[in-house]
């Protein structure tokens, strides 16, 4: 079949070319007129070619305007003045004929292809289909395909099953809230879209299908972040049968590795990734998801001013992190860092002692330091000339997270982030419960989690002290996967949930389908999902997940572009049986 708009793709002709007579298709980029000549950038997925409009057609050709659709005709002729900045730079088309496919306004909203513009991103998302045209956001959305396409083959020559789940499904508690969906058919009943294809899935084992995955799209009502996207996701959501964490292990650091691996020039770490309790994560990192790139480690110093009469200090739990090489850092420094920890994390202070040439304490809360303290110090933190200590004093939780930010931004204005590599760990031995807000006990991971012990551990340990099969993957300080060994034991089951408040019944009527077949021969399995939409941002090189979506929510959870989320009409509602009251 022959293209009548093209024989060639803007990007691929070369030097070799010359001569040839072409035509090719694509926006226009660019418009230098000379008056009786027109130089043309033309562009499409591939690349650039100039096109040369000489003087019997640059009259005719004023018409022509930025980032219409055009078709060229014309001859390959070598450039005189080359440009090595682009793969065509060596050629240009001298135009014989064109044709305008596609008429553009002459005003646009912003200027596509420059990249360091300050355009407002609400601006940007309701013109997103111009937006795409923007080389480095179209070169994302292309990333993500190819990526997308690693993972499947990934996953097909470990001999996963591709299956689809329901998008129209129950709602449960599974940690976020709901989108509900009102059924017309059953007044006063509602689908919910599923936060994750979770109880599918375990069913998937149940039916006998050793192992599923799918690029599964979820939704949840949760608060936009940078890193995480308002409503929907997608995960590459996979389960085995008759598996253990190990299994569960070996997969996503054969899988994750090679996609990265396909995909960037970084250095990635190699399996087997770190393991990292979540306790002993939350006290050398200050979070559960620890960029291992920064090599700053929060210790405790609690026992050290077990006695202190300083009242900053007093009956607190005090965590220190030593930074070296700190003698050209001025009290400025140091008075930023102090605010950053106040206005940003929510500190009380942030205190801080410098160590000089002599071994001296300097600066900061210094004098408050008895000799017997500063022996302890010197013999428990190693310290060097010319370090400083950096001091956090909190109830433990605020304390562990404070110097989790502290060590952050430290990292940061430090510039200690180790370049070019991606630095994978797991995140292991979740608690299988932690404290709401309410003070009541709730589950801290995964309800559907299998507790390490089993049922003795649910009837024997305190429910703060009961430790699960649960894991999260965990790169550059971002959390990219998560998953658990899956409790698969319908009297384990509902003794879980009867410590997090909810009876047999409830668990009959929330889960009834997995508390059903779980009496009729379930193997035990595990298994993860990995957040596709992050991982494309990692690989990216973006800061925004946005940047690496085709067509986002902004930040307040809108469609920018589509105008949603938005009103319907009276007829709509009354056929899902629902009533707006004002």
Not at 148 to 173: C, H, V, W, Y
Not at 279 to 305: A, C, H, Q, W
Not at 491 to 500: D, H, P, V, Y
């Amino acid at each position: 079949m022959v293209n009548e708009y093209r024989t060639n793709n803007c990007g691929e002709l070369r030097i070799s070319d010359v001569g040839k007579e072409v035509r090719l298709a694509g926006f226009v980029q660019k418009i230098r007129n000379l008056g009786k000549m027109l130089f043309i950038d033309l562009r499409d997925e591939h690349g650039i070619t100039q096109i040369v409009i000489n003087e019997d057609l640059a009259e005719k050709a004023k018409e022509i305007s930025n980032e219409c659709t055009l078709t060229v005709s014309g001859q390959v002729v070598e450039r005189s003045s080359k440009n090595d900045k682009i793969l065509t730079g060596s050629i240009e088309i001298i135009a014989k004929d064109y044709t305008i496919l596609g008429k553009c306004r002459n005003s646009l909203p912003f200027e596509i292809n420059v990249l360091d513009q300050n355009v407002r991103e609400d601006l940007r998302l309701q013109y997103r289909f111009l937006d795409l045209r923007n080389e480095k956001i179209h070169k994302n959305i292309l990333l993500r395909s190819k990526i997308l396409k690693d993972f499947r083959n990934e996953m097909d020559a470990l001999g996963f099953t591709e299956i689809q789940t329901p998008i129209l499904a129950n709602s449960s508690p599974e940690g976020a809230r709901d989108f509900l969906v009102p059924s017309r058919l059953h007044p006063g009943e509602f689908y919910a879209l599923p936060q994750a294809p979770q109880q599918f899935k375990q069913l998937l084992m149940v039916s006998g299908f050793e192992k599923y995955y799918q690029i599964a799209p979820c939704f949840r009502d949760e608060d936009p972040r940078a890193d995480r996207s308002p409503g929907e996701f997608y995960q590459l959501d996979f389960e085995m049968s008759f598996a253990t964490q190990e299994d569960v292990f070996n997969v996503l650091e054969t899988v994750v590795y090679n996609v990265f691996k396909k995909n960037t020039d970084w250095e990635v770490t190699k399996a087997p990734f770190v393991r990292i309790p979540y306790r002993e994560s939350m006290e050398k990192y200050g979070t559960d998801k620890p960029d291992l790139r920064n090599p700053l480690i929060i210790e405790d110093v609690t026992d050290v001013f077990e006695d202190t009469e300083f009242n900053a200090f007093k009956n607190k739990t005090v965590k220190v992190i030593v930074a070296s090489s700190m003698e050209d850092k001025s009290r400025k420094f140091f008075d930023k860092m102090s605010e950053y920890a106040v206005e940003e994390l929510g500190a009380k202070g942030l205190a801080w002692i410098k160590v000089d040439e002599s071994n001296e304490l300097t600066g900061g809360i210094s004098k408050f330091i008895t000799p017997d303290q500063k022996e302890k110090l010197f013999e428990k933190l190693k310290l060097d000339k010319n370090s400083a200590m950096f001091f956090i004093a909190d109830e433990k939780e605020k304390a562990q997270k404070i110097a989790g930010g502290v060590r952050i931004k430290l990292g940061e204005e430090l510039d200690l982030i180790e370049k070019n590599i991606y630095k994978f760990c797991l995140i292991v031995d979740f608690p299988m419960y932690e404290l709401s807000d309410e003070e009541t006990i709730d589950f801290n991971h995964n309800p559907f989690s299998m507790p390490q012990g089993g049922l003795k551990a649910l009837e024997e340990k305190e429910p703060l002290e009961i430790l699960a099969y649960q894991y999260d993957l965990v790169c550059n300080g971002y959390e990219v996967a998560s998953g658990a060994v899956r409790n698969h034991d319908q009297e384990i089951m509902t003794k879980a949930f009867e410590i997090a408040g909810y009876t047999e019944e409830d668990v009959k009527t929330k889960f009834g389908a997995l508390y059903n077949a779980f009496s009729y021969g379930t193997p035990p399995h595990a298994g993860a999902a990995p957040g596709l939409d992050r991982l494309i941002m990692l690989l990216a090189h973006e800061d925004n997940i946005r940047e690496v979506i085709a067509f986002p929510k902004n930040k307040k959870a809108r469609d920018m572009m589509m105008g949603a989320p938005s009103r319907v009409n009276e007829k709509q509602l009354k056929d899902v049986h629902i009533k707006i009251e004002e």
